[in-house]
């Protein structure tokens, strides 16, 4: 998920677009460096447009295979962003046109679920469109600028190689060695010469002028299609500011069990210590015994709120967060009544840690799965298995008890179930909560999370 100020991929620093006047314009590296581009774009264009063909051909072919078809189409997809990359490195250095990446390519968890976050991938079918329509519109342009420069340069050295040309017999009846413009005019004395290097010198400026018109025709299609679409960019921006919104609160709630922990609990703890030394004094001194009970009766209160007060830092945000999930799951497993067995893969460095608040959602997510399984199932023991996979983190939470738990819609005053409750505060940051309870058991929660918000 994005992290960074930008929802799109940083583009390095290109030099600004040179403006070329017409007079300017054989002179102009600009010029010179869009043909180039021009040239590189006609054999580039070939294979693109051969990768288009060949895999819609292995596609058609293996449609009757329904995982072959579809995984060839997924494959093909996906692999056109790769190859449009190149694309969007020539328009940099060549064109100084500066593309952004499209937004990362997404996998869904499960094999189906991957092979369709491959076929629907929309920066996919824009870069496989880019690659059918660069084709002819580069085999086009390369014509028009060879034409239009070429012939200029041609015209312009004609002095040199006219004179190697066959000997040709005019309506004179003599032979000329140079080109023949039209009938009976043949370019083989000086004057005509100079003229004819003229006339390509005014070409020449024409030809430049139309070579940066055809190649800004490339850099308009590269626009439109290799970058990201405003509608992706406004997704990433809300995600951006979700993750952010996420993160915010859970750094709230760690401040406020900080100062429950810290300041009112420490408070409560001093007042429940001067109330039990009152209590004692009040019975060592022989006070009414109304005051004395009065005193006991504040002395309970207080510890009971005490109590309170703990539970509902913990329910805040649990201390053994502080070491990590995978501490806070073995101290959840080692206090609970039910026997519960957690398996932690999550190799790499701390740097591969998952963020806070995903861990918060994590956590809370097996309290509420042992607390209902406690409650209604009947089991005799619990497995959690947490995985970290790439940029995603699997929980996975099997019970043996009687099953049938299902995730009910919220009521009529918009009160959830726990399962709603948790499914929905797993949406919350695009993960995925998947449960499978038939009636009699078992009883497998499967939950995706990123790893980052």
């Given amino acids: 998920m994005l992290t960074s100020s930008e929802p799109s991929t940083a583009i390095a620093d290109v030099p600004p ?3 070329v006047g017409f007079l300017r314009g ?3 590296t600009r010029t010179w460096r869009e043909l180039g581009y021009l040239f590189l774009a006609m054999p580039w264009s070939i294979i693109g447009f051969v990768y288009v063909v060949v895999m819609i051909s292995l596609t058609a072919s293996l449609l009757i295979t329904v995982v072959g078809g579809t995984g060839i189409l997924g494959v093909m997809v996906v692999g056109a962003r790769g190859m449009t990359g190149i694309d969007r490195g020539l328009a940099r250095g060549l064109l100084r046109t500066p593309i952004a990446s499209p937004t990362p390519f997404r996998r869904r968890p499960g094999f189906w679920g991957s092979v369709w976050s491959m076929i629907s991938d929309g920066a996919g079918w824009r870069a496989i469109a880019y690659l059918v329509l660069q084709f002819p519109l580069a085999l086009m342009t390369f014509v028009v600028a060879v034409t239009f420069i070429v012939a200029p340069l041609g015209a312009m050295t004609h002095w040199i190689w006219g004179r190697y040309l066959p ?26 010469n100079l003229g004819f290097a003229v006339f390509g010198l005014f070409l020449l400026f024409i030809g430049t002028a139309v070579t940066r018109g055809v190649a800004h025709l490339h850099r ?11 509608a992706s960019l406004r997704v990433a921006r809300l995600e951006q500011s979700r993750g952010r919104a996420v993160e915010d609160a859970d750094s709230t709630l760690r401040r406020i069990e900080r100062n429950l922990h810290d300041g009112t609990q420490a408070r409560l703890v001093a007042i429940a210590m001067q109330l039990g030394e009152a209590k004692e004094q009040a019975v060592a001194s022989g006070v009414a015994p109304e005051l004395t009970q009065l005193i006991s009766d504040a002395h309970t209160a207080t510890k009971e709120t005490l109590v309170e007060l703990r539970e509902l830092a913990r329910g805040i945000h649990p201390p053994a967060l502080d070491n990590g999930l995978a501490v806070a799951l073995e101290t959840l497993a080692a206090r609970s009544p039910l026997p519960v067995t957690v398996d932690i893969d999550m190799p790499g460095p701390p740097a591969r840690r998952p963020a806070e608040a995903i861990e918060t959602i994590a956590y809370f997510c097996v309290i509420e799965l042992l607390t209902n399984t406690i409650k209604h199932a009947n089991a005799t023991g619990m497995y959690v298995l947490v995985e970290a996979r790439g940029d995603t983190l699997h929980l996975r ?5 009687t099953g049938g738990a299902v995730i ?25 909560f998947v449960i499978s309870s038939p009636v009699g058991g078992p009883t497998l929660v ?6 980052q918000v």
């Fill in 17 to 19: 677009l040179e403006r």
């Fill in 26 to 28: 054989p002179f102009a």
């Fill in 167 to 192: 000997a040709q017999e005019g309506s004179d009846g003599l032979l000329h060695s140079g080109s023949q413009i039209i009938e009976g005019y043949f370019i083989d004395t000086p004057a005509r």
């Fill in 220 to 230: 308009m299609l590269a626009s439109s299609l290799l970058g990201p679409t405003a």
């Fill in 397 to 401: 939470v099997r019970d043996d008890g």
């Fill in 408 to 432: 009910l819609v919220p009521d009529a005053d918009g009160h959830h179930s726990g399962l709603a409750g948790l499914a929905e505060r797993v949406g919350s940051v695009d993960g995925d």
């Fill in 446 to 451: 499967t939950i995706t999370l990123p790893m």
